[in-house]
C-alpha cells in the first residue's frame, strides 16, 4: 500500500506533509512554482502507478468474466483488446494534463510486479476463482490507497496554482516578469 509517512524523505512525504503549505501566502513565486512542480510530479508519478494497476485489474476482470461465461480462449490472446478497452474508454477521475514522464516508473513497475507475486497473476488462467476474488480484492485496496493519495496531492497542487494566480489577478506577480524570465531561460 502506498502511504504517508509524516516526516519522511520521499517527495509523496514532503507534498502530503501538513506544513508544505503552510505559510503559503508568504513563499516567494519561484518557492511556490517549485512547490507545485513537485506536487505535479508526484501526481504524474501516482497517476502512471494507478494505470498500471487497471491493466492488471482489467486483466483479472477479463478472466473472471471469462470463466462465468463459459468462453474459450486466453488471456494471452486477447491481452491486446483488454488493454487497448482500457485505454480507449471514457476518462474516469480528475485526470489532468500532465506535462511530466514518470519519475519513478521501474519503482512503479517493481512494486505492482510484487504484487503480482503475491497474487500469482503471472498465469490466471492457473487460478482459482477464490484466488481471482483475492487478486481483485488486492488490486482493487491498492488502486484505492493510490488514488487517495493522488487526490491528495492534487489537492496540494490546485493549493499552489490559486496562490500563483492570486497573485497574478492582484497584481503582486508580473506576467511580463514571467515572459522575459522564459526568455532569458531562467
Known sequence: MIEFRQGGRRRIDRVLDPGFLAAIGDRSLDELRAMRDDAAQEE?????????LHARMDIVRFEEHRRADGGDGSVMDALPRILADNALGPAAGRGRHQ??????????RRHVEALLADTGLSDVASLTDAELTECTEAYAAEE???SDH???V???????NDEIGRRYREGSASVDELLRREREGA
Not at 44 to 52: E, V
Open 150 to 152: 493522488r487526490i491528495r
Open 99 to 108: 506535462t511530466v514522464e514518470p519519475s519513478r516508473a521501474e519503482s512503479h
Open 144 to 146: 484505492a490507497s493510490v
Open 154 to 160: 492534487q489537492q496540494v497542487m490546485d493549493a499552489c
Open 44 to 52: 504524474t508519478d501516482l497517476s502512471y502507478l494507478r494505470r498500471l
